[in-house]
């Protein structure tokens, strides 16, 4: 009679937000003892990234900390399958996250394949797609901009990194 909701360990701060929202309109004050204070630093909304990245252990690490600030991902292990990846899943993604260098197909021309199919499909919809490499040379951001990438993060990157994706393509 006292719960509407049950919420399962390990909890994931989503879950606990979804089911307080569930409650009560965003950014209410929560009724009770506490007075908890929802935050609106993320939204609900689950976005889905597409991560093209060779080295396994960053996969690991840049699907992790995505987690962390509350985006799905899918992984592709190099240029020629993440567009393969796109294609399969009809551009579902919100945002793409590119390394430059990887074998069989580079970030540069994954990237201008997929402003290609946006551009032949008549997408209105310009997916975001931040470059992730460790070349922090000068020119290195120019022609990652020229190629069709939306923005340039150099590696290793910090939970800082994710955050400011997260609020920038998604607040």
Known sequence: QYFSKTIFIPLRLKQLVECLVCHE????TIQGSVGL??????????????????NIMNQKVVAKQLERVGITT???ENGKKGVEIFCQDNYDYD?????????????Y???????????AKGNQQHIPII???????????????SVGMDDYFTKPLKHADFVKIRKRYFS
């Open 109 to 119: 021309e994954a990237t201008q394949a997929i402003r290609e199919i946006e551009r």
């Open 25 to 28: 309109q965003e950014n209410q």
């Open 131 to 145: 470059a992730l490499t460790a070349d922090a040379l000068a020119g290195t951001k120019d022609h990652c901009l």
């Open 37 to 54: 204070k929802i935050s609106d630093d993320f939204s609900l909304v689950t976005p889905k990234a597409l991560v093209f990245e060779d």
């Open 95 to 107: 945002i793409i996250l590119m390394d430059c260098h990887m074998p069989v197909m580079d970030g």
């Open 74 to 76: 899918r992984i592709a």
